[in-house]
T-cell receptor, first 117, second 116 residues
């Protein structure tokens, strides 16, 4: 069975600090996809990134970066020079790629990030 | 491209009443999902449609929840009768088709339900 664990329930940092959100996953499949979503106070889930299990290269997008390590089943998310607008709940998610009709995305419980001015 | 539309945005009802939520997915998206997000938790899949057929409803409390997707476009999720523990945000999402799951869904803004 697949499972996503986000051990950090809530994090507060001062603006301009770097912050890392942890994500650990469990799956029996060798082919799977990992995601990060952002949920601002407005409530909508915003897609940030997708990685497949065969691509362990780290990715950087502006102030955001992601570290995927299969050896530790982790997919951590770092925000560099955080800004107040980064305040939101962040979800890590997993989808096993079984090419079957019931492919679905399973979410972790989320980490609430507060960026203090 | 218009996003996933959901209504109403907020709903407050008394326990044992019934309520319905509506979702209009992105045009052409064959797959539609309803998720329940209880405060402080991640979204949990309730039901998944492929066109107008149910693919997975294993986590849908069928004694009180029902959903339909007539004509494979809009979808309605109903709760009857509602319980206090149904208070949550109900999120609708759509994707182009099953094979596009790895590319992520597009979510609507959700309906926040409060049962008092």
């Amino acid at each position: 069975a697949q499972k996503v664990t986000q051990a950090q329930t809530e994090i507060s940092v001062v603006e301009k600090e770097d912050v890392t959100l942890d994500c650990v996953y469990e799956t029996r499949d060798t082919t799977y996809y990992l995601f990060w979503y952002k949920q601002p106070p407005s409530g909508e889930l915003v897609f940030l990134i997708r990685r497949n299990s065969f691509d362990e290269q780290n990715e950087i997008s502006g102030r955001y970066s992601w570290n995927f390590q299969k050896s530790t089943s982790s997919f951590n998310f770092t925000i560099t020079a955080s800004q107040v607008v980064d305040s939101a709940v962040y979800f890590c998610a997993l989808s096993e790629r079984k090419l079957q009709r019931d492919d679905k995305i399973i979410f972790g419980k989320g980490t609430r990030l507060h960026i203090l001015p | 491209e218009a996003g996933v539309a959901q209504s109403p945005r907020y709903k407050i009802i008394e326990k044992r009443q019934s309520v319905a939520f509506w979702c209009n997915p992105i045009s052409g998206h064959a797959t539609l999902y309803w998720y329940q997000q209880i405060l402080g938790q991640g979204p949990k899949l309730l039901i998944q449609f492929q066109n107008n057929g149910v693919v997975d409803d294993s986590q849908l409390p069928k004694d009180r929840f029902s959903a339909e997707r007539l004509k494979g476009v809009d979808s309605t999720l109903k709760i009857q009768p509602a319980k206090l523990e149904d208070s949550a945000v109900y999120l609708c999402a759509s994707s182009l088709d099953i094979m596009r799951v790895p590319y992520g869904y597009t979510f609507g803004s959700g309906t926040r339900l409060t049962v008092v």
